[in-house]
């Protein structure tokens, strides 16, 4: 059983620059969920694809933006990056329904400067 | 607007020397807590999901509690193998049947030999 993968690990940006991530889906899970975690804080719900589609979002703007592909993996877009942006960012794949575990990536450290 | 505190920030053990991790929370129609570790730069770790109030599960050294308004998580004769941050979830409904986490900030365990 493969585990969730993301790519890359690390990746500097240049503010208003876009950015892609990527999120491969532990074998089996059909829902993918995106967190950002700043240094010293607990993940912050960005949002959730199920069936290829959005399905719950947190407080971030239209500029976080996400793919769900047939296969399950997933894509984080943000685009005109700021600095406030650099973070850690998380997959967490799952089968759906919220008193499911979510098992999570490794994450990818994104610094905007 | 759902709410997830966790205290202590830091707690410091000797190896050996039980405690108890807290996590409040407020939250509209609980569908389940989630206690997670997380080493550094590192995914999260599922653990535990409880979902009603009186529910109790452990796993090792570990056991997680639920009443109405809190969890703790109980280390009981901690290693230095424990040493992470642990952090605490909530899954509420919200809108068009999805679920939204809530994470709180975390507690860093520090167990020294």
């Known amino acids: 059983e493969t585990g969730v993968t993301q790519s890359p690990t690390h990746l500097i940006k240049t503010r208003g620059q876009q950015v892609t991530l990527r999120c491969s889906s532990q074998s089996g899970h059909n829902t993918v969920s995106w967190y950002q975690q700043a240094l010293g804080q607990g993940p912050q719900f960005i949002f959730q694809y199920y069936r290829e589609e959005e399905n719950g979002r947190g407080n971030f703007p239209p500029r976080f933006s996400g793919l769900q592909f047939p296969n399950y993996s997933s894509e984080l877009n943000v685009n005109a990056l700021e600095l406030d942006d650099s973070a850690l960012y998380l997959c967490?794949?799952?089968?759906?329904?919220?008193?499911?575990?979510?098992?999570f990536g490794p994450g990818t450290r994104l610094t905007v400067t | 607007e759902d709410q997830v505190t966790q205290s202590p920030e830091a707690l410091r053990l000797q190896e050996g020397e039980s405690s108890s991790l807290n996590c409040s929370y407020t939250v509209s129609g609980l569908r389940g807590l989630f206690w997670y570790r997380q080493d550094p730069g590192k995914g999260p770790e599922f653990l535990f999901t409880?979902?009603?109030a009186g529910e109790e599960k452990e796993k090792e050294r570990l056991k997680a509690t639920l009443t109405k308004k809190e969890s703790f998580l109980h280390i009981t004769a901690p290693k230095p193998e424990d040493s992470a941050t642990y952090l605490c979830a909530v899954m509420s409904h919200a809108s068009g049947g999805s679920y939204i986490p809530t994470f709180g900030r975390g507690t860093s365990l520090i167990v020294h030999p």
């Open positions: 967490a794949s799952s089968l759906w329904g919220a008193d499911i575990e979510q098992y």
């Open positions: 409880l979902y009603s």
